[in-house]
């Protein structure tokens, strides 16, 4: 099947085809009602676990209830954002959030049994699919006219694979398929009431009565005009899971003891055009975006002064939004630092967490100094060669990598490092030579350091890699589904492309990861984490079973 991940240029705008406002005017009577929605967050692909269940407890004992990753130390916020929309657009539906990094699957099997949910939403990430599976299926057992909706960047890239594999045939009901989550959320939500066709819901794919998979897609609704999710929703998840794990990892580098997550910003500056633009922002449709400042901040002044937690930008280029960088036409970080400067609660906190290239970071460092507290770069590679012309990073060397370090340490900025081992070329005299050079950094810039995460390439969906991967491989054509065997996809990925296997990327790895604790000493004040791959061939087969063995007692 011909994939649609072809580099393209992201529409920002309110597709006048769809419903954008909610609730809907004159829907207030429907003519059936939906009594609850729980909405499941599965383990993010940064989590830091080389199992394939990915931080999904199948039987913790007493006490590690949450796993101290870091991954597991954020809330969701793509369902945040929904369950604030829902709030306000229908306050009499209940709701439950659940995010599996922190549940026992038998306590949320029995959650299920006692009281199913009418509808149930799922962020589904490639190294967790299963598991989404799993818990779709045991609550379609239980309720077979439950309605379940897939979302984020596996399901959604690969709908048409959802919704008509083998499993997904029979438990997804609907995906969405772009970034217009709470509006594609909203929309189901009024359809399934009687309120709406549902060809006006935007970013929705889903079966029609003769079996064909229509795709209603929708540009990005414009950041500026949207809600940004109410933490104080989830304040007693905060309590009880994620600001243990954020404890566990980072508490010692911050002021506030807890972290979230807020859709800022999003896209890449990284040229005009899909041809100039990084292949990773542009195989992804990414366009820069950015929240309306003068909206935020009062909702980032809840987050600081009322519920005392520090702010993950989760964008792709946020150190990429300020005047002084390409046409000089996004003032965003610039307006946003005047405003944050002026604001009595945030004027006296860092408290934001930043992505941003090298580059980036460079041009905006010294205008950010006063609230971003941590600044996450993508460094990937030390061997520009590695990089190759079109990497995410663009860091052109450790030259300009060491600038920004001498940088950083001189602004007093923390900083949450990552890259990539196995990188095409790779041989094994690099995989020493990049291991050595992290070693060196973490050695020399120890203080300024939350965390390095390095890991082999993740070949998923919406990647450059997966996306050359699926063109020059038929193996990889044939693997490709609803469920992607994503270790074998990398493993082949490096076999191919470079000198080394993934054995030997994952022992130099293990030696880096040796290598930080040495540094560390009982202090533990550099974590350390790698990309979850999963595929395991004990824990697969596991789960599969468990998955097999509820759709055997489906209608």
């Given at each position: 099947?011909k994939?649609?991940?072809?580099?393209?240029?992201e529409?920002?705008g309110?597709d006048?085809?769809?419903q954008?406002?909610?609730?809907c005017p004159?829907?207030t009577?429907?003519?059936?009602r939906?009594?609850?929605?729980?909405?499941?967050?599965?383990?993010?692909?940064?989590?830091?676990?080389?199992?394939h269940?990915g931080?999904?407890q199948?039987?913790?004992?007493?006490g590690?209830?949450?796993?101290p990753?870091e991954g597991s130390?954020?809330?969701?916020?793509?369902l945040?954002e929904?369950i604030?929309y829902q709030?306000r657009c229908?306050?009499?539906?209940?709701?439950r959030?659940i995010d599996?990094s922190?549940e026992?699957w038998?306590?949320?099997?029995?959650?299920?049994?006692?009281?199913?949910?009418?509808v149930?939403?799922?962020?589904?990430?490639?190294?967790t699919?299963l598991?989404?599976?799993?818990?779709?299926?045991?609550?379609?057992?239980?309720?077979?006219?439950a309605?379940?909706?897939?979302g984020?960047?596996h399901?959604g890239i690969l709908y048409q694979e959802?919704?008509t594999?083998?499993y997904?045939?029979r438990?997804?009901d609907?995906?969405?398929?772009g970034n217009n989550g709470?509006f594609?959320?909203?929309?189901?939500?009024?359809?399934l009431?009687?309120?709406l066709?549902?060809?006006?819901i935007p970013s929705?794919?889903?079966?029609?009565?003769g079996g064909?998979?229509?795709n209603?897609?929708?540009?990005?609704?414009?950041?500026n005009?949207?809600?940004?999710?109410?933490?104080?929703l989830?304040i007693?998840?905060?309590e009880?899971?994620?600001d243990?794990v954020?404890?566990a990892?980072?508490?010692?580098?911050y002021?506030?003891?807890?972290?979230?997550t807020?859709?800022?910003d999003g896209?890449?500056?990284w040229?005009?055009?899909?041809g100039r633009r990084c292949?990773?922002?542009s195989?992804?449709g990414?366009?820069?975006?950015t929240?309306?400042?003068?909206s935020?901040?009062?909702?980032?002044?809840?987050?600081v002064?009322?519920?005392?937690?520090?702010?993950?930008?989760a964008?792709?280029?946020?150190?990429g939004?300020?005047s002084?960088q390409?046409?000089?036409?996004i003032s965003?970080?610039?307006?946003?630092?005047?405003?944050?400067?002026?604001s009595?609660?945030?004027?006296d906190?860092r408290?934001?967490l930043?992505?941003?290239?090298?580059y980036?970071f460079l041009?905006?460092?010294?205008?950010?100094?006063?609230?971003?507290?941590?600044w996450n770069?993508?460094?990937e590679?030390?061997?520009p060669?590695?990089l190759?012309?079109?990497s995410?990073?663009v860091n052109?060397g450790?030259?300009?990598i060491?600038e920004a370090?001498?940088?950083a340490?001189?602004?007093d900025y923390?900083l949450?490092?990552s890259?990539?081992l196995?990188?095409?070329?790779?041989?094994?005299k690099?995989?020493?030579?990049?291991?050595?050079s992290?070693l060196?950094?973490?050695e020399?810039y120890?203080d300024?350091?939350?965390s390095?995460?390095?890991?082999?390439?993740?070949i998923?969906?919406?990647?450059?890699m997966?996306?050359?991967?699926y063109?020059?491989h038929?193996q990889v054509r044939?693997w490709?589904?609803?469920i992607?065997?994503?270790?074998?996809?990398t493993?082949?990925?490096?076999?191919?492309n470079?000198?080394v296997e993934?054995?030997?990327?994952?022992a130099?790895?293990?030696d880096?990861?040796?290598?930080?604790?040495q540094?560390?000493?009982?202090?533990?004040h550099?974590?350390?984490?790698?990309?979850?791959?999963g595929?395991?061939?004990?824990?697969?087969?596991?789960?599969?079973?468990?998955?097999d063995?509820?759709?055997a007692q489906?209608?």
């Amino acid at each position: 099947m011909k994939m649609s991940l072809e580099p393209l240029r992201e529409f920002v705008g309110a597709d006048p085809r769809y419903q954008w406002d909610y609730p809907c005017p004159g829907v207030t009577n429907p003519p059936r009602r939906i009594r609850s929605v729980w909405y499941f967050g599965l383990p993010l692909t940064s989590a830091h676990r080389d199992a394939h269940a990915g931080g999904v407890q199948l039987g913790a004992a007493p006490g590690e209830e949450g796993h101290p990753n870091e991954g597991s130390a954020y809330p969701h916020a793509s369902l945040v954002e929904m369950i604030t929309y829902q709030v306000r657009c229908f306050p009499d539906i209940a709701w439950r959030y659940i995010d599996m990094s922190h549940e026992q699957w038998e306590q949320v099997r029995i959650a299920i049994n006692e009281d199913p949910p009418d509808v149930a939403a799922f962020t589904v990430y490639t190294a967790t699919t299963l598991w989404a599976m799993i818990v779709a299926a045991e609550i379609k057992r239980v309720n077979p006219d439950a309605v379940v909706i897939f979302g984020n960047d596996h399901a959604g890239i690969l709908y048409q694979e959802t919704l008509t594999g083998k499993y997904g045939s029979r438990l997804v009901d609907f995906v969405s398929t772009g970034n217009n989550g709470p509006f594609t959320m909203m929309g189901l939500l009024t359809h399934l009431q009687g309120g709406l066709d549902r060809r006006r819901i935007p970013s929705l794919a889903y079966r029609t009565n003769g079996g064909e998979v229509v795709n209603q897609d929708a540009g990005t609704f414009p950041l500026n005009r949207r809600m940004l999710p109410d933490y104080r929703l989830i304040i007693d998840h905060l309590e009880n899971h994620y600001d243990r794990v954020f404890s566990a990892w980072y508490a010692q580098h911050y002021d506030l003891k807890r972290m979230v997550t807020v859709p800022l910003d999003g896209g890449c500056t990284w040229g005009k055009s899909p041809g100039r633009r990084c292949k990773h922002c542009s195989i992804q449709g990414l366009t820069p975006k950015t929240t309306d400042v003068a909206s935020a901040i009062p909702v980032l002044e809840t987050i600081v002064g009322e519920i005392g937690a520090n702010v993950y930008a989760a964008g792709d280029s946020t150190f990429g939004f300020s005047s002084d960088q390409w046409d000089g036409s996004i003032s965003y970080l610039n307006d946003m630092a005047e405003a944050c400067a002026k604001s009595p609660i945030l004027r006296d906190h860092r408290f934001m967490l930043a992505y941003g290239l090298v580059y980036e970071f460079l041009q905006s460092a010294e205008l950010c100094k006063g609230f971003i507290r941590t600044w996450n770069v993508g460094l990937e590679a030390f061997d520009p060669k590695l990089l190759k012309g079109d990497s995410k990073g663009v860091n052109k060397g450790p030259e300009r990598i060491g600038e920004a370090l001498e940088l950083a340490q001189s602004l007093d900025y923390k900083l949450f490092a990552s890259g990539i081992l196995g990188l095409p070329g790779t041989t094994l005299k690099d995989l020493r030579q990049e291991v050595d050079s992290w070693l060196s950094m973490a050695e020399t810039y120890g203080d300024l350091l939350t965390s390095v995460s390095v890991a082999a390439p993740g070949i998923i969906p919406g990647s450059r890699m997966y996306w050359e991967s699926y063109n020059a491989h038929p193996q990889v054509r044939a693997w490709h589904g609803e469920i992607l065997p994503a270790r074998r996809l990398t493993s082949l990925y490096i076999r191919e492309n470079t000198d080394v296997e993934l054995e030997d990327v994952e022992a130099a790895i293990m030696d880096l990861r040796n290598g930080i604790l040495q540094l560390n000493g009982p202090s533990e004040h550099i974590k350390f984490g790698f990309y979850m791959l999963g595929g395991r061939d004990e824990e697969e087969a596991e789960e599969y079973r468990i998955l097999d063995e509820i759709c055997a007692q489906l209608d």
